[in-house]
Structures are given as C-alpha cells and as structure tokens.
C-alpha cells in the first residue's frame, strides 16, 4: 500500500534568483503542496497582502513568539526578523503534503536539523554576480542601500551552496522550472526514518 509521505522542500538563494516565479511555474504539476508563509518584521511593501505575501508582525510581536518556541526556524536578515511557524508546517505534513519553504542558507540549516529525514534542499541562483544585480534594479523595489546589502549577502550565500541537495542555475525560467519539477516530484519519495524501521520490524516479524 503506498501512502501520501508528508515532505520538505527547501529552495533558498539570493533575492532575485527567481525562486517565486519558479514555484508559480511548477505549482499545477506537483500535486497537493502547502507553501509555508513567512513571518517577518519588515515593512510591508506596496502590493502586497497580509497573511498571502507574509504574515507582517511587529518586532515585539515576533520576540515574544521566539520566547513561546513558536518557530520552526527565525533569522535576523537585513535588520529584521523572517521565521517560520510551527502549527501550519506540522498540520500540511500531517496531512501528506509537499511543504514548500523559500527561506535563506542558515533557515535551512534550521529545517535540516529539525526535518532532515525528510527533507530535500534546492540552492537556486542568477548565472551570475551581475545578472543579479541587473535584476534587482529592474524591479524597482528596493533602494540602492538594501540592493547593495542584499549583493553583499548573495556572495556569502553561494559560498555555502556545497550544503544544499541541488543547484539550479535560473538562466532560463522554463529550463529551470522544470529541473525544478522532477525535484519536486523526486522529493515526495522520502520516506521518515520512523515508518522504514517500523516496516522493517514488520518485515522480521512476518
């Protein structure tokens, strides 16, 4: 009997990588997913909606959900918090799904700690330093301070790309949407440490 595995999937990179229009691309072909939804202290930008872009917290608000235990995983980025909440994370594993994180090199030291068994990581990048930044000052979003802060950190991120379980170079978005896909699809496969020894103690028994 095959059963739903509820699995991680991790995708971190530099800001402008592309990592959202990659999930957008894929989301219809790889079933049933729960995208988790950050927590972040940042101000609100124009566009976007609390509780579908981030749920938006006061720097209070967040320090005291760190005290509680409330994160799975939290970082300090560019002056402000970004975490992410245990409830909704356990429920969608729970119920078989593939939770999709878009967080940075040191939360997925995070998840891998806490999740490793079944999680599969994905480092996704510009093909390079100045495409990056090329990126980052096509989409107006940012002052030229934090587009400075965000390439100071790119070139920190990529160092560590040896710890992650894939690379994708997002040269071209159909190409790298569908490495992307087989991933995804490959990553539903993980099965828990505990469901293998139960099936092997169950094996023996027979």
């Not at 930008?45 to 981030?54: A, I, M, P, S």
């Not at 990056?132 to 990529?158: F, G, H, Y």
Request: glycine share 6%; net charge neutral; proline share 3%.
């Amino acid at each position: 009997m095959v059963e739903k595995n509820g699995v991680v999937l991790v995708l971190s990179g530099p800001s402008g990588a592309g990592k959202s229009s990659l999930i957008n691309k894929i989301s219809d072909a790889i079933g049933d997913y729960y995208f988790s939804i950050s927590t972040t202290t940042r101000p609100i930008r124009e566009g976007e909606v609390q509780d579908v872009h981030y749920h938006f917290a006061t720097k209070e608000e967040f320090e005291k959900d760190i005290e509680n235990d409330n994160f799975l995983e939290y970082a300090s980025v560019h002056g402000n918090y970004y975490g992410t909440s245990i409830k909704p994370v356990k429920k969608a594993l729970a119920d078989g799904k593939l939770v999709i994180f878009d967080i940075d090199v040191q939360g997925n030291m995070a998840i891998k700690n806490r999740l490793g068994d079944i999680t599969t990581s994905v480092f996704v990048t510009p093909p390079s330093l100045s495409e990056l930044q090329r990126r980052l000052k096509n989409r107006s979003t940012d002052s030229q301070e934090v587009i400075n802060r965000r390439v100071k950190m790119a070139i920190r991120e990529i160092q560590r790309v040896s710890e992650f379980d894939y690379f994708i170079v997002n040269d071209d978005l159909e190409t790298a949407a569908s490495v992307l896909k087989k991933v995804a699809i490959t990553a539903r496969l993980k099965i828990p440490h505990d469901r293998i020894n139960t099936f092997v103690q169950g094996w023996e028994e027979i």
